[in-house]
């Protein structure tokens, strides 16, 4: 990390007043290090940037942004947190080749994890039982492939990717919205606190940032970027997941999608991508195919390819429900039972965890 005085210099040229991404660029590239920029005199800076922004940056940092700076300085001296600058030689090297790389990192835990191989796994927040299952258990098998799994900390897919990445040493890494240190949504903290402690959380926003709208589609661009390749595991047809692997393509990752039912409104958004050229997978294996022989195959034994309710005896009313979500009543007439009976074996194979009720009424296996 850098030293206190220079780090203070980046905090500060983060935090003023006009200078966004851009213009921050601007003024590195033609003063170097962020001292020399607020040493460099109202001419010269006016050279590169509007001259209202040049007089704020030739004085003094105003109160506020002392204050921020000061107490960023104190959280980066706790155990576990670091303030990465684009200067430091740990600053993941993935994002210096996306167009616009943060300024800053707020990082927690294994800072290690930024430069390892790493696959974004995301999905929608409103979730299905299916697709959070999917989306773990991907995530576990790459996971122990050797690739750290890179997710948002959103509740559905984003959640279930990071647990599945917590289950071997290459881990997870969770990119935030909000300042380093709140957690949103609440939900989660439980598990943010678990992936602070055994794998990776960052966020390029100032502590004491709340939960704003406008923040969480720009870390996707960190998300996808950190990453080899983006898998969506669910996505509607508008959906920040799309966002994520838009960017992640722009940025020339690979884009992954798991296929759903037709009539699943949670699988139109990876159909939509696979007919864009995304890559269909079934399995961990076609990732892993695709990105090429870098990591050790995931252990034969490991319980996450092979799910419990898959070596079940089959249900007769399994069978008949097929793949498709179906109505109870479309599964009377399929199979001829009363109402009753019907009723008794969803509510069985409901608790054994094999099918669960969709929002529109249907029924879905979740093998």
């Not at 959640?159 to 939900?187: E, K, N, S």
């Not at 939960?211 to 959906?239: M, Q």
């Not at 005896?313 to 109505?327: K, Q, T, V, Y």
């Amino acid at each position: 990390m850098a030293a206190a005085a220079d780090l203070a210099h980046w905090i500060r040229l983060e935090r003023s007043e006009g200078v966004g991404p851009d213009l921050a660029r601007r003024l590195l590239a033609a003063f170097g290090l962020p001292g020399n920029i607020f040493g460099a005199g109202l001419d010269a800076l006016q050279a590169v940037a509007p001259k209202r922004i040049a007089q704020l940056l030739a004085q003094p940092a105003p109160p506020a942004t002392q204050q921020l700076i000061e107490a960023s300085l104190g959280w980066a001296e706790q155990p576990g947190n670091r303030i990465l600058t684009l200067a430091d030689a740990d600053y993941p090297q993935a994002l210096l080749n996306i167009p616009d790389p943060p300024i800053l990192l707020y990082v927690r835990g294994r800072a290690e994890l930024l430069n390892r191989p790493a696959l974004a796994v995301v999905g929608s927040r409103n979730a299905s039982a299916q697709g959070q299952a999917n989306a773990e258990r991907f995530s576990a098998a790459l996971s122990g492939a050797g690739l750290t799994i890179v997710s948002g900390l959103a509740l559905g897919i984003d959640a279930a990717a990071h647990r599945g990445g917590l289950r071997h040493p290459a881990a997870t890494v969770a990119v935030i919205g909000t300042g380093a240190d709140r957690i949103y949504p609440a939900r989660n903290r439980e598990l943010a606190q678990r992936i602070v402690a055994q794998a990776c959380l960052i966020s390029e926003y100032p502590l004491g940032m709340p939960a704003l709208a406008a923040n969480f589609p720009r870390r996707n661009r960190i998300i996808s970027g950190l990453a080899r390749g983006v898998l969506v595991v669910e996505a509607a047809e508008r959906s920040g997941s799309l966002i994520t692997a838009r960017m992640a393509l722009e940025q020339g990752r690979d884009v992954f999608a798991i296929p759903g039912s037709i009539h699943s409104p949670l699988a139109r958004g990876c159909h939509q991508l696979i007919r864009q050229g995304a890559t269909l997978v079934e399995s961990s294996d076609d990732i892993l195919d695709e990105i090429g022989a870098w990591f050790a195959p995931a252990p034969v034994d490991t319980p996450v390819n092979v799910p419990a309710r898959e070596r079940a005896p089959e249900h007769a009313l399994l069978c008949s429900i097929g793949h498709d979500p179906i109505h109870a009543d479309a599964l009377r007439e399929r199979t001829q039972l009363d109402a009753a009976t019907i009723s008794a074996q969803l509510l069985e194979l409901e608790l054994q965890g094999r099918i669960e009720m969709l929002a529109d009424g249907k029924w879905q296996r979740r093998d």
